[in-house]
C-alpha cells in the first residue's frame, strides 16, 4: 500500500486545513488509519486514528475537540479536519496504515507499518 498525503499549508492561528490521506494498491477500507505529527527537533506522535472494525476514532488530548478524522471509502482517502488551529500545530503531518494500529498503543509512531510522506503545517501566531 502507497500512501499520499496532502492538504499542508500556511495558515493564522485560530484558521482551519484539511489534510488527506490517498491511498493506492490496497482499499483502506480494511485497514486502520492513524496521523501523526512531528514538530521540528521532537518526536513524532500520534495526533488521531480511525479503526477499519467500528469507525471509532481516537484522538490526542491535546487536538480534541478541534481535529477531525473520517474516511471516504470510494475515495480511499482519509481526512484530517483541523480547527481553531494553534502555533503548537506546527508540524511536518505524516498518515500512516496497519491492520491493527488503532488499538491501545495506537499514539506510538512505532505501532504503525505502512507511511506516507509528509505534509507541513505551518500555523503562525
Known amino acids: 500500500v502507497q500512501l499520499q498525503a496532502s492538504g499542508g499549508g500556511l495558515v493564522q492561528a485560530g484558521g482551519s486545513l484539511t489534510l488527506s490521506c490517498a491511498a493506492s494498491?490496497?482499499?483502506?477500507?480494511?485497514?486502520?488509519i492513524g496521523w501523526f505529527r512531528q514538530p521540528p527537533g521532537k518526536e513524532r506522535k500520534g495526533v488521531s486514528c480511525?479503526?477499519?472494525?467500528?469507525?471509532?476514532?481516537y484522538y490526542a488530548d491535546s487536538v480534541k475537540g478541534r481535529f477531525t478524522i473520517s474516511r471516504d471509502n470510494a475515495k480511499n482517502t482519509v481526512y484530517l479536519r483541523m480547527n481553531s488551529l494553534k502555533s503548537e500545530d506546527t508540524a511536518v503531518y505524516y498518515c500512516?496504515?496497519?491492520?491493527?494500529?488503532?488499538?491501545?498503543?495506537?499514539?506510538?509512531?512505532?505501532?504503525?507499518?505502512?507511511w506516507g510522506q509528509g505534509t507541513q503545517v505551518t500555523v503562525s501566531s
Open positions: 494498491g490496497s482499499p483502506l477500507s480494511s485497514s486502520d
Open positions: 480511525v479503526s477499519s472494525r467500528d469507525g471509532s476514532a
Open positions: 500512516a496504515t496497519d491492520p491493527g494500529g488503532c488499538g491501545r498503543t495506537w499514539y506510538v509512531w512505532r505501532t504503525w507499518k505502512y
